[in-house]
């Protein structure tokens, strides 16, 4: 079945399956690799993109419930070779090792940082309880999106 | 498969009527999509009802709130209407999975899907919600205790849509609260749930509601423990009293999750606690969200 939406500012259309979830469509149909494909239930946050303003777990997310949307995948956060103050952050901070939960905690906490005038550690925290990252223990990661959210 | 995108209700009702139990209706889908995902359901067509905005949002109608089954835990959660007159729903809403599962995750979805764990549960039993069913043929109000008849098992008639949900709000002079424990602060589903809706003259206890999910196959309201607690200043021999009435109406389970055991023993600790904030909460005193 046919399905047309927007990622990252740039109209796409698909034709699969009813039932292919919108991550699917992001990493097989569109070479979107950003987001990840890890416990694909919703428990882990690597698939994170944000569909019509409201972040969710692309692994159990019907692609076709995103016919129309805007949808922002980690790959829109940066401008061309420029990363956002968020990316940049996490560079600085080194809230990275093997990187493969990066792109969900870079795409919720871009959505926290854009809908709060300030962020607390203890908002940041509780905002990213669906988020998981096996390596870093979490400390840096808070670290660099209160970084990120102290720059104008 | 085949994907219905419905706009209005009266489109969902048509779309019903016509393809009955072979229609899945999605809303958020952190449910349904994980079900199929993993072979549990498979149905014929999906019928998604998140575009509706006839179904989202709270209304205060003649002294009930009413809220729209495709309201998301997070607007729940942030509504004013919902934080002032039903603050165990709003602290409940907030314990649901992760900002993404609240993100897209709806009451009607929570409560369809009929798990003994479902969190907005308990706090909607003590407030005396009904369930509003609707289909083409007319509609009908079911109390919410009465729709969930077990494990993934509701009352909803193939045709029937959840509309809304109405609950009572919390009467001046009570305190309420929804205490979750899980394994960490959040993304857990309940090893036990324990909402109470707590009324007070002075120090003695007049009117008290109580509902637990994920101690039996439904989440349950817990008539003999309120009774044991009505004229008592909810002193530990009353709670104690109440903690041994929930085990008497309840059976919990060994699973992943914990033993048995493990949630008969954190019963009476809830009680007491549940009592201590209610008692504050109706004071007007600010006691922190979950
Ligand atoms: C990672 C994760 C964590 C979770 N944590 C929790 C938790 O802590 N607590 C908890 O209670 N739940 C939890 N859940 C379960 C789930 O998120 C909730 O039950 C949620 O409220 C379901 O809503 P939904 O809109 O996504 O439902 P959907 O998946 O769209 O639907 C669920 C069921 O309800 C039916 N349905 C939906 N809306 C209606 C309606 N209006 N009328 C009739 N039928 C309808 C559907 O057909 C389906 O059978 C979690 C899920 C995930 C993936
Ligand atoms: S891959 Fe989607 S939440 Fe884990
Ligand atoms: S950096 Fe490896 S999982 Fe987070």
Redesign the interface.
């Known amino acids: 079945m046919e399905l047309s939406f927007t990622v990252n500012g740039t109209k796409v259309a698909v034709d699969v399956p009813v039932g292919t979830t919108l991550l699917q469509v992001l990493r097989d149909e569109l070479g979107l690799t950003g987001a990840k494909e890890v416990c694909t239930e919703g428990e882990c946050g690597a698939c994170t993109v944000i569909v019509d303003g409201r972040p969710l777990d692309a692994c159990i997310y019907a692609a076709h419930a995103a016919e129309g949307a805007a949808v922002t995948t980690v790959e829109g956060l940066a401008d061309g070779d420029r990363l956002s103050s968020l990316q940049a952050a996490f560079v600085e901070a080194g809230s990275v090792q093997c990187g493969f939960c990066t792109p969900g905690f870079l795409v919720m906490a871009t959505h926290i940082l854009s809908t709060h005038e300030e962020v607390s550690e203890d908002r940041i925290r509780r905002d990213l309880v669906g988020n998981l990252c096996r390596c870093t223990g979490y400390a840096q990661i808070v670290d660099a999106v209160l970084a990120a959210g102290r720059r104008p | 498969?085949?994907?219905r995108?419905a706009e209005t209700t009266d489109e969902i009702l048509s779309l019903l009527s016509e393809l009955g139990p072979d229609a899945a209706i999605?809303a958020g889908?952190?449910d349904l999509?994980?079900q199929?995902?993993r072979g549990e359901v498979a149905p014929r067509v999906?019928l998604?009802i998140?575009g509706v905005s006839e179904l989202r949002g709270v209304r205060l109608v003649d002294d009930v709130l009413e809220i729209g089954t495709a309201t998301t835990h997070r607007d729940v959660g942030s509504d004013h209407q919902i934080r002032t007159h039903l603050p165990g729903l709003a602290e409940a809403a907030r314990q649901v999975?992760?900002?993404?599962?609240q993100?897209?995750g709806t009451v009607g979805g929570n409560i369809c899907n009929a798990s003994p764990a479902a969190d907005t549960v308990p706090p909607l039993l003590v407030a005396d919600a009904e369930a509003l069913l609707v289909s083409s043929r007319g509609s009908r109000v079911v109390p919410l205790g009465r729709f969930l008849l077990g494990r993934r098992r509701t009352g909803r008639r193939p045709d029937e849509l959840l509309a809304a949900i109405r609950a009572r709000p919390l009467p001046s002079g009570s305190g309420e609260t929804y205490l979750k424990v899980g394994r960490r602060?959040?993304?857990e589903v309940a090893i036990v749930g324990l909402a109470a809706r707590v009324g007070f003259s002075g120090e003695t206890i007049t009117d008290v509601r109580l509902a637990v999910c994920s101690m039996a196959p439904t989440p349950l309201r817990l008539p003999e423990a309120e009774q044991t607690l009505v004229g008592t200043r909810g002193e530990p021999e009353a709670v104690a009293a109440a903690a041994a009435a929930i085990l008497e109406a309840t059976e919990p389970i060994d699973d992943a999750r914990a033993t048995a055991a493990y949630r008969r023993r954190l019963v009476e600790p809830l009680v007491g606690e549940a009592m201590r904030i209610c008692r504050r909460r109706a004071r007007g005193e600010e006691v922190a969200w979950n």
């Open positions: 498969m085949d994907f995108r999605l889908g952190t999509m994980v199929y995902l999906l998604h998140e999975g992760g900002f993404q599962t993100a897209v602060g959040g993304m």
